[in-house]
């Protein structure tokens, strides 16, 4: 598990290809690998990857499978990439952002940067059907780095955009300030919302039945959807 508090940036220092696998060397901040093990668990670029060497105390490498290089962003790396890291939270850890597997759900797109006095704003584009588990004031994971949605916007067909702002102290902390339009980023949605989502929308399906379509035609004559109504009434603190 992760807490999504980004501890640090990495640089791809090489890559190797070998059948159906890639590995990566990545070079760590100083201090990031004290008491790192193989074996142990890295979140890279909200990746979560297994350490498989150690080259002293400032570079590790990493295996990832073909899969995981078509659905996320570690598929476009090259040498001198620079990606947000964290180490697996120890039992205790306080948890700073919030509870994150390292399991991406889906890229999503820079759509827009704004960059207001001692803001930056990114507008990032969601594809469907994954609108549904973002909303306004709630958390979720961009690059393993754990955020607040400023604001939300869903379309008829399940897609939408969020936006996220970013202070100046998390774009120190991370390679948010390189992003420009059309930069492809990993997005985890957050589990509970997942479940309360899915649940409430399995609970509609099954009491509704063949009720369902017309229940959802009437919504999108009203602006509104199933979606919608099974979004939580009540966010928790940001």
């Known amino acids: 598990m992760f807490t999504g508090i980004v501890q640090g940036l990495a640089t791809?220092?090489?890559?190797?290809?070998?059948?159906?696998l890639r590995s990566f060397t990545l070079g760590l901040a100083p201090g990031f690998a004290?008491?790192?093990?193989?074996?142990?668990?890295?979140?890279?670029?909200g990746v979560c990857l297994t350490v498989t060497a150690l080259h002293g105390d400032?570079?590790?490498d990493f295996d990832v499978m073909q899969q995981s290089l078509a659905l996320t962003t570690l598929g476009t790396l090259r040498e001198g990439s620079r990606v947000n890291v964290e180490r697996a939270a120890k039992?205790?850890?306080?948890?700073?952002?919030?509870?994150?597997?390292?399991?991406?759900?889906?890229?999503a797109t820079?759509?827009?940067?704004?960059?207001?006095?001692?803001?930056?704003?990114?507008?990032?584009?969601?594809?469907?059907?994954?609108?549904?588990?973002v909303f306004a004031k709630g958390y979720i994971a961009v690059n393993?780095?754990?955020?607040?949605?400023?604001?939300?916007?869903?379309h008829a067909d399940g897609s939408g955009w969020f936006e996220v702002w970013l202070?100046?102290?998390?774009?120190?902390?991370?390679?948010?300030?390189?992003?420009?339009?059309?930069?492809?980023?990993n997005v985890e949605i957050e589990r509970q919302t997942q479940v309360f989502v899915d649940t409430v929308r399995a609970a509609i399906d099954e009491r509704l039945g063949p009720l369902l379509p017309a229940l959802e035609a009437l919504l999108?004559?009203?602006?509104?959807?199933?979606?919608?109504?099974?979004?939580?009434?009540?966010?928790?603190?940001a």
């Open 167 to 185: 202070i100046p102290e998390t774009l120190r902390q991370t390679t948010f300030a390189e992003k420009a339009e059309g930069a492809p980023l």
């Open 110 to 133: 820079v759509a827009e940067v704004r960059r207001p006095e001692n803001n930056h704003v990114l507008k990032i584009a969601v594809p469907a059907p994954w609108m549904r588990y």
């Open 144 to 154: 393993g780095a754990s955020l607040t949605v400023a604001q939300a916007q869903r």
């Open 91 to 107: 039992d205790g850890a306080e948890i700073g952002g919030h509870p994150l597997s390292g399991h991406v759900d889906f890229l």
């Open 12 to 20: 791809v220092r090489a890559i190797t290809d070998r059948t159906g």
């Open 34 to 45: 004290a008491g790192l093990a193989i074996g142990a668990s890295v979140a890279v670029d």
């Open 220 to 237: 999108r004559q009203q602006g509104s959807s199933v979606d919608a109504l099974a979004r939580p009434a009540t966010l928790p603190p």
């Open 58 to 60: 400032d570079a590790a």
